[in-house]
């Protein structure tokens, strides 16, 4: 699903005019979250909960009459993304570890080191997530596909480098 998460925005901004553009944006969300679930390995009444949420989030939307339905998902992902990076306690269940696991071994300096660059993520995730909550009521749809499209990747990648940065630079004890 990794490519599929990629392609989410493209495909949104590409059909943003289709007369079927809240059905597919709806059922390309409810994938990616419903694979966001699975692959979290939680336990099987949390991801059960977590489904059992999401429908009845997505219902209440639709049932309500609300446009915003679209909206929700960049929303629900960069908020799970924030919970993911604040919920790590230790070094070795931080996101930003698992990737880099094979490369850096039982280095205990560079785990701390990663580990405290999460910092960055839960500070950038926050801004975006709250971002995109104001833009979920506040804004038309064409202003919230450019943030949600563009802006927040740039936003994700500067987080990207951020860390990168910073552990390069802790790692070499500048700072």
Do not use: C
């Not at 997505?58 to 009459?65: E, R």
């Not at 999460?118 to 919230?144: C, D, E, R």
Request: aromatic share 12%; proline share 5%; net charge positive.
């Amino acid at each position: 699903m990794p490519s599929l998460t990629l392609l989410y925005p493209a495909v949104i901004f590409l059909l943003r005019d289709s007369p079927y553009f809240m059905a597919i944006a709806l059922n390309l969300g409810g994938l990616l979250i419903l694979d966001l679930l699975y692959r979290l390995k939680l336990p099987r009444r949390f991801q059960v909960a977590g489904i059992v949420g999401l429908l009845l989030l997505v219902g209440s939307v639709v049932w309500t009459g609300v446009q915003n339905v679209v909206r929700l998902y960049p929303f629900i992902m960069s908020g799970s993304m924030l919970l993911l990076f604040a919920a790590a306690k230790d070094p070795k269940s931080n996101p930003m570890i698992g990737p880099l696991r094979n490369r850096i071994g039982e280095d205990k300096v560079m785990l701390s080191h990663l580990h405290r660059a999460k910092w960055i993520w839960i500070v950038g995730l926050s801004i975006n997530t709250a971002v995109l909550g104001v833009f979920l009521f506040a804004f038309p749809l064409q202003v919230w596909i450019l943030y949600a499209s563009f802006y927040s990747y740039i936003l994700l990648a500067s987080l990207f480098v951020l860390s990168v940065a910073y552990v390069a630079l802790a790692r070499r004890n500048i700072l």
